[in-house]
């Protein structure tokens, strides 16, 4: 079992960078394949970002050259820095935790199985 405890959002301008933290509590953050996702009103939980143990990543085609996902061994946290951020990044962003899939796809995201409750970002134009 682990928890999973997100931190870091909140509102900014266009353009402006906010550093998600997913605190992970029971395991190592390096025992979990790990993503980011968000999810906007009215619209489905779409995947962002990720990282396998080994330290590769993926990044969705709308995030890529915005955001970097990284884990911090030392304060065991899943952290996703956003820069040039838009208003179509509104959304609330969530941090799971699971088996190696794909987090393009709604099949692969409902194999996750541990969340955070998700923390809020806004981005006002």
């Known amino acids: 079992q682990v928890q999973l405890q997100e931190s870091g959002g909140g509102s900014v301008q266009s353009g402006g960078s906010l550093t998600l933290s997913c605190a992970v509590d029971g395991n190592p953050v390096s025992t979990y394949y790990m993503g980011w996702f968000r999810q906007a009103p009215g619209k489905e939980r779409e995947g962002v970002a990720a990282i396998d143990k080994d330290g590769s990543t993926v990044y969705a085609r709308s995030m890529k050259g915005r955001c970097t996902i990284s884990q911090d061994n030392a304060r065991n946290t899943l952290d996703l820095q956003m820069d040039s951020l838009k208003p179509e990044d509104t959304a609330m962003y969530y941090c799971?935790?699971?088996?190696?899939?794909?987090?393009?796809?709604?099949?692969?995201?409902?194999?996750?199985?541990?969340w955070g409750q998700g923390i809020q970002v806004t981005v006002s134009s």
């Open positions: 799971g935790a699971g088996p190696y899939c794909s987090i393009f796809s709604a099949a692969g995201i409902n194999q996750f199985q541990y």
